[in-house]
């Protein structure tokens, strides 16, 4: 499965994973896809040091990169608790309310929040690329907007490619105003932040809007069928995220999470602002219930809805609070059935994208075998 | 671009194409694809009977069928006055002022309503069906659930097969077990009444849900490149519907329509209740607004809202009041941009679905050319 970028870099399959795991970043890399390890959750750099440095000696030698979270717009001078200062106390009154009604205990003093979202201010990000260009790193992947001009020269120094997320051909466009190299279109189907345009209708929109940059497509894909149907539609290659949280290799912190997922059907997600006050696909739980609800005081504007949730979603995650558990997930998730190596899941893709080439050969009339 | 299901049917492309309009219908057969006639506008079985007879007489002899909009579940004797008497007066007079907000005009006295919502009576459909079953359609497609099981004995009986939409794999099981014969697997980003299931993920789910039932793939359709990725994904065609609203053979009553349709961007939909109560696809306008507006009285449910605003929604069009003026359509209407015969229309779809196919084969490594 072989395209243009993925020539470029160096990757046997056309097929780039996303992974806050640095054990599935290995593993996709090792497997000939690329490996792109999110940063987010990265607030001291020495783990991150550490991380990349378990990738370096697991990923014999192939490429891989890494997502950040870098907001397009820079606030000067405002520091984390100007940030909460903005908070409204009925806000921080309903998170108590909903833990106490569910009876979620506190966390243990020094217990570590597991799945804090603190990646998104924009020194912590540039913190990550400090420790990140010391790496031979591939792919730069920046979620949120383009990432800024300094960043994307540095990275263009070092031969890193620069990747942004757009959900939208006009938000694509400004990307590649900007300088980028790739566009990740994330369809509405897609885990974590997503737009409202599907990606049957985003991917040949994002492709032509940026024609001759390469495109990715993401959101839905979870078998060959769908990364065929990616390619056909003009995409240079696919961006998978959550078919790799039911890895084996995955760490998700919660053995009832996972059970959650891999029960979950296609219609257990909901775009939710709960998660970080911007439209997210996760898990459909009490919890983004809670803040969708009509009745409640509604989830408040990024930053400040990551960081108001964050401890409350740790204490959720450490204590495994059933019906407020989720986690950011994709409509694929209702494919996600049962835990496999990244190996099994890459060697599934990869043999259902050639059946589906064979398919679409017959229907096209051409023979299947050549 | 042949199928299984596109030689039972014995056409030479495995597009369906979906549409009000008898003109639309007998050149999308002619082309080589199968145009299925929506029925719902018809509450007169004579002017049914008048389109079919057209339709016969412009066909040349290749296959057709009809779509009707037929409950799933039967309302023993309960008039349309009935239902009328259940809408509340405050709706009623939020529709009246809405009207006068924008200085919408009544109709004159006796004047048509161009886009009446009544085929959703099963006693209209089941007239429909009396006049379509003395035409040699060859299939039935039915909008909301399976159709009465009398009904699939009757299209059996004369050979006609048996389609019905669905927006989830359970509810696609639920078709196969009334004894259906084709699943239109409706995304998403569709047209009309959709879920919330994208394309992508939804095309293989019914797929495998109800194998080896031949699937349609609906929502998001609109070029070759999207026919290609819809059959990589497991479907024995494509079920078109928005794509043919700006064809030269359409007769949508408003030039003003037809000017938003052609400057919309994928963005510009919304899935709302406004039209009929459950949510469908369409322009987004200040009318859907106004129904989505959490301020506002909301939709009512089906049938109701659907009645409530039949005469509102012919005056809007009629009076081509700007702000106001929508339809169904999907996403795919961002590449709506020109005015073009049915045939280039397809010309296109074939051609692009060529370039796919070899697009594909490209990157599976396997030669573009045979």
Redesign the interface.
Known sequence: ???ELSKTLGVEH?VFGFTPFPAVAAAISRAGGFGVLGAVRYTAPDELKRDLDWIEAHVDGTPYGLDVVMPAKKVEGVTEADVEAMIPESHRQFVKDTLTRYGVPELAEGEASGWRITGWMEQVARTQLDVAFDYPIKLLANALGSPPADVIDRAHEQDVLVAALAG??RHARKHADAGIDIVVAQ???AGGHT????????T??VVDAVDPLPVLAA???G?G??V???????AQGVWLGSLWLTTTEAELPSPRLIEKLLAA???DTVRSRALTGKPARQLRTEWTDAWDD?DGPGALPMPLQGLLVAEAVSRIQTYEVEPLLGTPV???V??MNSQRSVQAVFDDLTRG??K??D???R?????AE?
């Open positions: 499965m072989q395209t056309a939208s051909a369809g509405y189907e737009g409202e345009i599907a990606s049957m209708v985003l040949p929109e959101g839905g894909i078998s069928r769908q065929a149907a990616a390619l056909a539609l003009g059907g296609s219609g009509p994709g409509q694929i209702g494919r994208f050639e589906a080439v398919r679409v050969n229907i096209a009339g051409r023979s050549q």
